[in-house]
Structure formats: structure tokens, C-alpha cells
């Protein structure tokens, strides 16, 4: 691997998804990602703890041939949940992915692959990298609070007030006969379809969105969609009184479909959708790394 040193403005980044990982280079000195040096790559979740985190290596080394001689300040990843991120020990159990890698020190494994000092590793939630990455650079750019969510596979969410940005986790928080995350993820999306008229999507929120211009069920159940988050984002809004409320995730690709009735029951706070797409979990985990932050 490159030479590291802690005083280069250069970091080695990633954001590990549920069948994938998107990495590059973060550049701390314009905040932003060196377009030539990201890479996406397919992992099977579902494999080996060896598959899986050779699959991590080999899409970091990828990334350093690009970029011989380099100096970086080290790696920040961008991690899903159940984590412990400051010790950097996975805690990831009974989601269906991952499974391998549970209770492994995946900061020594990593450095032990990468030929890298640990403590030149460094982890953070993805909802919170996310959000943290649309406070630096994006969407809630000069907002002094800013309340944030992830929805895709699962529904992250973070809170960034004067620059710090922390996971907030309410996708844990009781809702119905459940837990917010089963009602705010893309499984309720297929399950409620299934529900109403006995059919499987297999193009998940995706393939909804392309019926909804013509499928008064696919409305249907993204204004449900809509009146869900209202009420499980009406408690934190009304705590924490954000300046704007931003929306990232694949579900927010469909957003004319739910945003406009979630707009009428916020209609006092600006809801804005994330603007760095992939990139917005890299800046935001880089970000551990920027010395001209006290938080981030």
C-alpha cells in the first residue's frame, strides 16, 4: 500500500452497501472525491468473512494503482449498523447480511490486508457519513441544523446542528406493530404491494415507481409511505426543529411519488433531496480524517 501520513490531505474512503462497496480518493482540502479513483464493485454479502473482505481489498488496491506514490492520511469507511465503530468490531447479526463478519476486528483485518497502520482506520455509520457529507458539501450546505435520512434497504437518520453531524437512530424506534425500519425500507414497499394485489415486484421501489404514473394502487401506497415517515419524523421535528429536512437513498429517486404529500404535512420546514448521490458517504466519512474540523 501507499506511504500514509496523517498530515497528507488525501484519504482513502469507502461506503460498504448491502451487495456492494463504492470507494476512491477524498481530497480533504476541496472536500470532494477524485472522480478518476472511484470504484464500485458487486460483494455477495452472504459470503465468507475471507470473500468478503478480500473483495474490500482488492477494490482498495484498485483504487491506489490509480494513484501511485500518493500520500494518504489513511482509510475511513462507511459502515451499516450494528457496528461498534470506535473499536471497529462488527456487531452485524441476524440481517440477513454480512453474517460472516460478525464479532471479527475488521480494523486489524484491514490492516493487516492493506499492510496499514490501525490506527490510520477509521469507521462511522453510513446514515450519519451520509448526512455528514450533505452538511459539508451538499444538500444542508449552510444550514445550521439539519435533519437527515437514508431510505433504501434499511432507513437510516442523522442530526447535524453547528457542523456535527451524529446517527440518531430511529430506525429503531417503535412504530406500529413494529420498528420504523420495517415501515420506511424497500421490503414494506414489496410486502405492501404484495398485500394489495398478491403480486411479487422483482424491481423493487424501482419497478412501483415506473406503475405509479398509471397504477392507482402503486399511488396508493406511496402516499402510505409518505404518512408513515410523517408520523415517525413528527416527534424528532418537533424536538429538534431542523432548518431543513433532507431525503437520500435509493427510495428518493421516486420521491414525486411521496414528496409532495410529505410536504403538506411539513409544510413549514424545506425538504431537500441529497445532491451527492454515492459520493455524499465517502465525503462524510473522509470527513473523521479533516483536521479543520472540530466535529463533523
Known sequence: MQENNLSSPKVLTADIGGSHITAGICDLAT???LTESIIRMDV???GSANYILSSWRDAFLQILKRAPGMLISGLSVAMPGPFDYENGISQIKGFNKYEALYGMDIRKCLAGYLNLEPNY???RNDAESTIAGEVLMGA???SQRVLGVTLGTGFGSAYSENGATNNTNLGASPFKDSIADDYLSTRWFLKRYSELTGVSLNGGVRELSELASRSPIAQIIFKEFAVNMSDILSA???QLNPQVLIICGNIAKASEYFLPYLGQRFGSIPIKLGLLDENAPLVGAA???DSNLEHA
Open 287 to 289: 470527513a473523521l480524517f
Open 44 to 46: 455477495f454479502s452472504k
Open 140 to 142: 444542508g450546505r449552510g
Open 31 to 33: 472536500r470532494t472525491i
Open 236 to 238: 424528532p421535528v418537533k
Open 121 to 123: 482506520i477509521r469507521f
